[in-house]
């Protein structure tokens, strides 16, 4: 694959300054609108061996919070002893807050991660994640056990993990499809809150499933229509899966991308993500088996000239080199590809800015364990 890479310091449009909520109340902080990136964790900070998996969300004032894995003593997935935290900053990602712990883990398989957000209309953060045993080894008996977490002051506090798994696989499941499997875990990064339609307001997460007597991942989606007190699960939306982000389209159908080796999945669901169609792969987004973000910037149902949607992925086979890939078509093909990172990095979240600029949180692992950076795109850049 042609590797498409734009110096974004180069053709930056400094034309514009923004006025961004400081951490003071009632003032304002004076920002420009250019580009800029900052670390926010590096292996060793705050007592940490390793951090990983972002989470990257802005809210309704204008504040961002990002949420990600502090793996204390090693890189690894659960069951390791994992905390989830969070940051958060008012001033663009200028300058951001010392981490919340959001779950604190306390011992080998007692642990969480995988950390995926939504807020929802009624202005409240849903935080859902993993915890407990890992994936692969997880039985009902002992399970990867699937979390949820509320913050209602915009992440500065939040609630105790509920377990919900018993509401999402296993025996006690209402989706009786669901009884044959015997873990799930979430596709860390953003999750979608509907905006159009009969079910305006539900919450939706990608799930990836793993069967009972097997190692394969078939992917779910888990979607709440009371802001995220009760959950229910729907048909299966994409066979021989695994992390997964799902979008709205301006028809009203819900998308879902896959993550896979080689060309990347996808399909669609036009009753809001109850059923699902044939399952595709896109040829052009043909990439590492990584996980990444989908986020629509334009919409002409909005009043936008065109519709545009990005897609946060590695523009290679191997775990490098992640950029935007640009959709056009409400993600019927994808082009474009600009990059983020020039060199190893994993995991992507993205969101859109009061700016209209993209806000992006990358594992960048240029020395070998993973630095999480967000990085400040203006909207200048995207017009190419």
Known sequence: MRKVIYPLLLILVMSSCTKVASEEPGTTATVVDTAFDICLFRPGDYGSANWRIPALLCLKDGSLLAVCDKRKYNETDLPEDIDIVSRRSTDGGHTWSEPVTIAEGTGYKHGYGDAALVQCENGDVVCVFVGGNGLWASTENDPIRSYVCRSTDGGHTWSQP???????????????????????????????????????????????????????LDNFVVYSDDNGHTWSVSNRAYTGGDEAKLMELTDGRILISVRQSGPRGFNYSSDDGLTWGTQGRWE?????????????????????????????????????????????????????????????????????????????????????????????????????
């Open 284 to 384: 052009e987004l043909t990439t590492n088996a990584c996980n990444g973000d989908i986020l629509r910037v334009k919409a002409t149902d909005h009043g936008d000239s065109c519709n545009l949607l990005l897609h946060s992925l590695p523009n290679s086979m191997q775990r490098e080199d992640v950029s935007l890939f640009f959709s056009y078509d409400e993600g019927v093909t994808w082009q474009n590809p600009m990059l983020l990172f020039n060199g190893p990095s994993v995991y992507s979240s993205i969101t859109i800015m009061p700016t209209g600029g993209i806000g992006v949180l990358l594992e960048q692992n240029p020395n070998g364990a993973c630095e999480l950076w967000f990085k400040y795109l203006p909207s200048s850049t995207l017009s190419h």
């Open 162 to 216: 509920e377990d919900i798994t018993a509401q999402l696989w296993g025996s006690q499941a209402a989706n009786a499809t669901c009884h044959n499997y015997k873990a799930s875990f979430f596709g860390s990064g953003n999750g979608l809150r509907l905006t159009r339609g009969a079910n305006k307001g539900r919450i939706m997460f990608a799930a990836a499933m793993c069967r009972k007597n097997i190692n394969t």
